[in-house]
């Protein structure tokens, strides 16, 4: 059983930085890609960055890219997420995924494990 448990979330002040992670444990943690999603109040749930099996290569969302880094340690079967600049509209529950291929996509349908989520607020 696939389990995903994010944390690192709260709150930061805009411009400010933060890093969530994202442990997981119930399979081999090296051979798929991940994902990191976000769901804002009244919104839908939107892409932020993916990062192949190995962490050679990323992805990110327009809104994100410059400021956002995701990362990876196959050794601890865990997944970050760097938010520097953390802009008002960041505000929201993040979510890390996991896919069942090597590389990484941006649609949350590709993504069949999912983390509870861990909240993100930001002060003015």
């Known amino acids: 059983q696939v389990q995903l448990v994010e944390s690192g979330g709260g709150l930061v002040q805009a411009v400010g930085s933060l890093r969530l992670s994202c442990a997981a444990s119930g399979r081999t943690f090296s051979d798929y890609a991940m994902g990191w999603f976000r769901q804002a109040p009244g919104m839908e749930r939107e892409f932020v960055a993916t990062i192949s099996w190995s962490g050679r290569s990323s992805d990110y969302a327009d809104s994100v890219k410059g400021r956002f880094t995701i990362s990876r340690d196959n050794a601890k079967n865990t997944v970050y997420l760097r938010m520097n600049s953390v802009k008002p509209e960041g505000a929201a529950v993040y979510y890390c995924?996991?896919?069942?291929?090597?590389?990484?996509?941006?649609?949350?349908?590709?993504?069949?494990?999912w983390g509870q989520g861990t909240q993100v607020t930001v002060s003015a």
């Open positions: 995924a996991s896919t069942t291929t090597n590389w990484g996509l941006q649609s949350a349908e590709e993504y069949p494990y």
